[in-house]
């Protein structure tokens, strides 16, 4: 069964920096692009990240580009997210996701993890 | 990259057929078969019900089904049951590999 388990969110303040992981089972996480996927809220989703199955292709959307940083360990099973320099604007749900297929959708999600910034 | 652009609710009562549309531009919708729709209850993570314009994963039932037509993707819902009642995403790739939703679509089963 493919599970996907986010962790590492909280509280954090203006200007701080956090780093979302997620773990990964049931499949070979070697073999598929990955994503970050957030949701503030009240609000529709925005996708944040993707990285390619070997890390060789990175995305990023253009308002985190420069403070967030995606990566990935294959062998460790995981996927992370490094956030700098965070905003109120930052706080949502940060969902991660298996992309699979022509056009990256994303077939299975995590259950979410929640990062609020504020002071 | 602006969102795409879709209706902020839809309503149908049981038995109908509704349809909610997604319009892009060139560079994401009309320019490549890659558009995906995800289903979103309350507290919830999404799900995926149709990727490349009209395909559906398996166990997704078929009263679900996808189109385009130039810059606009649809997503259509047959025979509306209770359980539809949620929120729609629709996604396209984009020209810069980059990955772009729809504002979203709240829709009332009545």
């Known amino acids: 069964e493919v599970q996907l388990v986010e962790s590492g969110g909280g509280l954090v303040k203006p200007g701080g920096s956090l780093r979302l992981s997620c773990a990964a089972s049931?499949?070979?996480?070697?073999?598929?692009?990955m994503s970050w996927v957030r949701q503030a809220p009240g609000k529709g989703l925005e996708w944040v990240s993707s990285?390619?199955?070997?890390?060789?292709?990175?995305y990023y959307a253009d308002s985190m580009k420069g403070r967030f940083t995606i990566s990935r360990d294959n062998a460790k099973n995981s996927l992370h997210l490094q956030m700098n320099s965070l905003r109120a604007e930052d706080t949502a749900v940060y969902y991660c996701?298996?992309?699979?297929?022509?056009?990256?959708?994303?077939?299975?999600w995590g259950q979410g993890t929640l990062v609020i910034v504020s002071s | 990259q602006s969102a795409l652009t879709q209706p902020a609710s839809v309503s149908g009562s049981p038995g109908q057929s509704i349809t909610i549309s997604c319009t892009g531009t060139?560079?994401?919708?009309?320019?490549?078969?890659?558009v995906s729709w995800y289903q979103q209850h309350p507290g919830k993570a999404p799900k995926l019900m149709i990727y490349?314009?009209?395909k559906r994963p398996s166990g997704v039932s078929t009263r679900f089904s996808g189109s385009k037509s130039g810059n606009t993707a649809s997503l259509t819902i047959s025979g509306l049951q209770a359980e539809d009642e949620a929120d729609y995403y629709c996604n396209s790739y984009t020209s810069t590999s980059t990955l772009l939703f729809g504002g979203g679509t709240k829709l009332t089963v009545l």
């Open positions: 990285i390619s199955s070997s890390s060789s292709h990175i």
């Open positions: 049931g499949f070979a996480l070697s073999d598929f692009s």
């Open positions: 996701g298996r992309e699979n297929g022509g056009g990256r959708p994303t077939d299975f």
């Open positions: 490349e314009v009209s």
């Open positions: 060139s560079s994401d919708v009309g320019g490549y078969n890659s």
